[in-house]
């Protein structure tokens, strides 16, 4: 892979208070040899030998994807061929941006290589399909401040536009989520980060860290941090931090906010719009993309009964999606859509009794799919 064409990362993104001002620190070449040191032969790397070009994609709102990683069922190595073509497909569905390495991405089973790996896949199967303005978020947490920052660097060195970033969460008896320590962490990262910070606020996977909106609006102010993913589901913390970052505005844009409040679940779409947020960042919408977008468009056209009739039929597929986890929205698609495979072990291959019962949970959410 020849290196990317843009040696500088600072002022290449354009969200924020003050955020073009903003200059990281820090920024080295990828080489090939990083992409593969880990992966050996079974990774392809001629795929990937085009250079990745850095160019601003603005964060707007709408639906973003945090995709599923797709493995051979044989070998569990990384499959590029159906992350490709799963990209292109909800590229072609209308979604607005995509996220690797999010909660569905089976993040915490790949090594640092086999994210770039994914997240270069993404983008060369974007550009190449004519959908080189979407932006792609990275899942870039870890339980060090160092490892975070490296990999920040890692997902900008592979195409990523943004990081998706948890708190750390190992030793969170030690700190509270609003505590100093959090703070200093998102700070740092940001501080380092080439590429624009969102914070992904999911207690469920964070040992049940669960970020104040006091908090969130404070690290709000930093240059380089552009939005959260609210997996928590307080609709009222979306409110207040969608109300307070817009007030911090200089001149709020409802088409390109500074700073994008995101519902981190489907089954909250219009009740986050209601509340000021500005979309979702949703595993949902790996299988049913166009009735997220559709639902949230209706929302938008005023037509409210309308959003609500489809927003229960979404909210229902979710609770199957919430159940089943990254386990069962793979069987979802594996059963409705006919490719998935399975996770990466050690989670478990669902029985045949798992998958009919996943298929049924969602059938309602494809019928409405397939009609659309
Ligand atoms: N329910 C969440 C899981 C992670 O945030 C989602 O839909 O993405």
Redesign the pocket.
Known sequence: MAPHNDSSPAGSFTNGFNKMAFQPSGSSTLTVEDLTAELGSSYDSSSLDAPISHVKRPLIPGVYV?TMCFFEKETEDVDTVTIARHAVRLARAGVTGLATQ???GEAVHLTHSERQVVTATTRKALNDAGFSHMPIIVGCGAQSTREAILLCRQAWKAGGDYALVLPPSYYAPLFAPSSQTILEFFNAVADASPIPIIIYN?PGAVNGMDMSSDIIVQLAQHPNIVGVKL?CGNTGKLNRVAAATRKLAKKYDPKNPDFLVLA???DFSIQALAAGGHGIL???ANIAPKACIQTIELWNQGKHTEAQEMQEIVSQGDWT??QGGVVGVKAGLEEWAGYGGYCRSPLPRPTAEQSKNWKDGFKDLMMLEKSL
């Open positions: 945090p999010g909660s569905n999911y997996t981190g679940s489907a949703a595993g949902l999606a919430i």
